[in-house]
């Protein structure tokens, strides 16, 4: 008896494992940087915090956002500083929201 109480418990603990593994798993990360170069639905970023470039894809469904509104992403230009929220997805990063912090392009 004493056997199968345990067993039912590690179960359900078991189980309540499994969805927050699986959040966990979706949750975005985050980087910051400068543009590089845009191009192709690519955004090559120099990161902040590393001494490396990094690309990053984006799609229809990216949200781009400048001064806490939607944008567009032809506002995006080389220079600019932008923080990306993204799933990693091997090389390629796929970016899932983009903000642009820094709005001055470079000439």
Same mark, same amino acid.
């Given at each position: 008896?004493?056997?199968?109480?345990?067993?039912?418990?590690?179960?359900? *603990?078991?189980?309540?494992?499994?969805?927050?593994?699986?959040?966990?798993?979706? *949750?975005?990360?985050?980087?910051?940087?400068?543009?590089?170069?845009?191009?192709?639905?690519?955004?090559?970023?120099?990161?902040?915090?590393?001494?490396?470039?990094?690309?990053?894809?984006?799609?229809?469904?990216?949200?781009?956002?400048?001064?806490?509104?939607?944008?567009?992403?032809?506002?995006?230009?080389?220079?600019?500083?932008?923080?990306?929220?993204?799933?990693?997805?091997?090389?390629?990063?796929?970016?899932?929201?983009?903000?642009?912090?820094?709005?001055?392009?470079?000439?």
């Amino acid at each position: 008896m004493k056997t199968r109480i345990f067993a039912w418990i590690v179960s359900l *603990a078991l189980a309540a494992m499994v969805p927050a593994s699986a959040w966990a798993a979706k *949750a975005p990360q985050m980087s910051m940087g400068t543009v590089q170069d845009v191009k192709d639905h690519q955004i090559q970023v120099q990161l902040h915090n590393r001494a490396q470039t990094q690309t990053f894809t984006y799609d229809d469904k990216t949200r781009f956002e400048q001064n806490g509104t939607g944008t567009e992403p032809t506002s995006l230009g080389k220079g600019q500083d932008v923080t990306i929220y993204y799933q990693p997805a091997g090389k390629t990063m796929k970016a899932e929201k983009i903000i642009i912090t820094c709005p001055e392009k470079a000439p």
